[in-house]
């Protein structure tokens, strides 16, 4: 199971250029999280400074607004989600719920920190590429925003609204 979950972690990302010592150093520590369908890996709010790789499986991505759930994404086999709470320390912003029966790999902040005594340079490659995944999702939010601003302007353009 262990070159399986090996094979994962070297195909994403946020692990690219990390040698095969460290990642099996990180496995080595890692927590499997096993979630039944329409379980909840965590719900919004909650404290936990860790990130999940999806083993298997697929999960949604949800957030409240006005006491209404909306699903944001949806995820599957060898994604990641929970960068953002590993990255700054704070309180989950989504609830990630299981699609199906769902197992993910559970990489603490703590285990990080152990790289880095013990690598640091393999624990900064694996902070710079969590940077890059951030900033793509967050392009990629900019860009649905922005496509529904323009939208949002011309539909009431057309209406003959005032823009806000």
């Given at each position: 199971m262990l070159s399986g979950r090996l094979k994962i972690l070297q195909e994403m990302p946020i692990f690219g250029g990390v040698n095969e010592a460290s990642l099996k150093s990180i496995l080595d520590k890692a927590r499997i999280v096993k979630v039944e369908i329409g379980g909840y890996f965590?719900?919004?709010?909650?404290?936990?400074?860790?990130?999940?790789?999806?083993?298997?499986?697929?999960v949604a991505v949800y957030r409240y607004s006005n006491e209404k759930r909306y699903k944001l994404?949806?995820?599957g086999e060898g994604d990641c989600f929970g960068?953002?709470?590993?990255?700054?320390?704070?309180?989950?912003?989504?609830?990630?719920v299981a699609l199906s029966d769902s197992s993910a790999i559970q990489v603490t902040a703590a285990q990080l920190a152990e790289l880095?005594?013990?690598?640091?340079e393999q624990y900064t490659l694996i902070y710079m590429n969590l940077g890059r995944e951030v900033c793509r999702r967050l392009r990629d939010a900019d860009s649905r925003l922005f496509i529904h601003d323009i939208e949002s302007r011309e539909s009431m353009k057309n209406s003959g609204a005032a823009p806000g």
């Amino acid at each position: 199971m262990l070159s399986g979950r090996l094979k994962i972690l070297q195909e994403m990302p946020i692990f690219g250029g990390v040698n095969e010592a460290s990642l099996k150093s990180i496995l080595d520590k890692a927590r499997i999280v096993k979630v039944e369908i329409g379980g909840y890996f965590f719900r919004e709010g909650d404290l936990d400074n860790s990130i999940y790789i999806i083993e298997q499986g697929q999960v949604a991505v949800y957030r409240y607004s006005n006491e209404k759930r909306y699903k944001l994404r949806e995820l599957g086999e060898g994604d990641c989600f929970g960068e953002m709470a590993l990255m700054d320390c704070k309180p989950r912003s989504a609830e990630v719920v299981a699609l199906s029966d769902s197992s993910a790999i559970q990489v603490t902040a703590a285990q990080l920190a152990e790289l880095y005594v013990s690598n640091s340079e393999q624990y900064t490659l694996i902070y710079m590429n969590l940077g890059r995944e951030v900033c793509r999702r967050l392009r990629d939010a900019d860009s649905r925003l922005f496509i529904h601003d323009i939208e949002s302007r011309e539909s009431m353009k057309n209406s003959g609204a005032a823009p806000g």
